[in-house]
């Protein structure tokens, strides 16, 4: 039978799914107001992927919840399975994410728009990169002391946020500076790397 997982790894599986969720949470609150005030595309994809975020750290809490569990007479070995399912969920979210971001940049590129309002965008993903950066970090120490392959997915997932902020902003500086067409084009990088 699968040894019981004790009790302080436990606790931080636990924190650390939830410090996820509500990262995704608040960025997405963040990314959709900025994404209405501007509408640049590149801060939209930023978007797609944090709501894909949220959709895999909820996959993530409720699989580590379940792992956690006990073995039992259906599951002898316990249910520590559900992390590995986790990881393969988080997967097929990302590939989603990128196609529709895909289909999205090249309907931009036909028929652009003018960005409103870049300073408030640039500020919002300014925000997004130090609360991805203090996630990770919590993420990072629970990782080092219970080798959760979910939470490892999870910190994957979001150190990819990191380049994807970072081309974000890259994308609405130069559209503020008279090249709009790197908004979409930033949108397709991003997609481009989710994928």
């Given amino acids: ?40 595309l590149s801060l939209m994809a930023s978007l797609v992927d944090s709501l894909m975020d949220a959709a895999a750290s909820l996959v993530n809490l409720l699989a580590v919840r379940y792992s956690l569990k006990s073995a039992d007479e259906d599951h ?30 090249a309907e931009r590129l036909n028929h652009p728009q003018p960005l409103q309002q870049i300073s408030i965008g640039l500020w919002g993903m300014v925000f997004a990169m130090a609360a991805t950066l203090s996630l990770l970090a919590f993420q990072g120490l629970v990782i080092k002391k219970t080798s ?44 481009g790397y989710i994928l």
């Fill in 1 to 40: 039978m699968r040894a019981e997982i004790p009790a302080e790894s436990a606790r931080l599986l636990r924190l650390a799914t939830y410090a996820s969720t509500a990262t995704a949470v608040v960025l997405i609150g963040v990314k959709g107001a900025a994404v209405f005030m501007t509408g640049s």
């Fill in 76 to 105: 002898q070995f316990g249910h520590g399975k559900a992390e590995s399912l986790a990881g393969l969920g988080q997967a097929c979210f990302i590939a989603g994410s990128a196609i529709f971001l895909l289909m999205q940049a």
């Fill in 148 to 191: 959760s392959s979910a939470i490892r997915a999870d910190s994957l997932h979001y150190k990819s946020d990191l380049l994807t902020n970072a081309a974000t902003i890259t994308a609405l500086y130069f559209a503020a500076s008279g090249w709009p067409l790197l908004d979409p084009l930033g949108a397709l990088a991003i997609a």
